[in-house]
């Protein structure tokens, strides 16, 4: 009887023992993160100019602003934003007809990147582009601005984290800016800071 009794203590025992286990922490770990990238670097436009081609400056510093959203997995969603000179078009020969033409562009994209391997990503977005233009000569000027409403651009990027908050890395990407059948390519070096 008492070794019957013993037997079903610790039975018991074994059952509600880890029951009592640990309460719950209150201090929640939250694994979504957000981060903030800031890159410049080099541009080049594709030359698909028909006047003035051999007269195009078409190599420029350029700068681009990104937010994301990153989430536990491996794909994050964020804004792309920056600065780009498509080419700039002097015109010198003659003195009484000399000119400049400039294309800028400010792209606005909402992008998907994904993680491939560590430090490894690749990106695509989509989106709207201000295009600006501006004429000078004879005395005169002109600006313009033209939205492209069919945008995008694919990018592959090295980021690599130097502690918990600030990551440093490089970018290729590729855009094509749909309202003048324009691409262009940029190489950055980028930091970010995650959030």
């Not at 029951?19 to 981060?35: E, G, T, V």
């Not at 903030?36 to 078409?58: C, M, P, Q, R």
């Not at 400010?106 to 994904?114: A, K, S």
Request: aromatic share 14%; net charge positive.
């Amino acid at each position: 009887m008492i070794k019957r009794k013993i037997t079903l203590l610790l039975i018991f025992l074994l059952f509600t023992v880890p029951s009592f286990s640990q309460k719950n922490d209150s201090a929640r770990i939250s694994l979504n993160h957000y981060s903030l990238t800031v890159g410049f670097g080099w541009s080049h436009y594709i030359n698909s100019l028909e006047l003035g081609k051999d007269e195009a400056a078409i190599n420029f510093p350029g700068v681009s602003l990104k937010f994301f959203w990153e989430p536990e997995h491996r794909l994050s969603l964020g804004l792309e934003s920056g600065f780009y000179c498509l080419y700039r078009v002097k015109h010198e020969n003659d003195p009484e007809a000399e000119g400049r033409v400039t294309m800028s562009v400010v792209p606005l994209l909402l992008t998907v990147r994904m993680r491939i391997v560590d430090h490894f990503y690749l990106t695509a977005g989509a989106g709207l582009a201000a295009m600006f233009n501006k004429v000078s000569g004879v005395g005169q000027t002109i600006n313009s601005t033209v939205w492209s409403l069919s945008n995008y651009q694919f990018s592959g990027s090295y980021l690599y984290p130097l502690n918990k908050h600030w990551i440093v890395g490089g970018e290729l990407k590729v855009f094509n800016f749909g309202k003048a059948d324009d691409w262009m390519y940029s190489l950055q070096a980028c930091c970010a800071i995650r959030l």
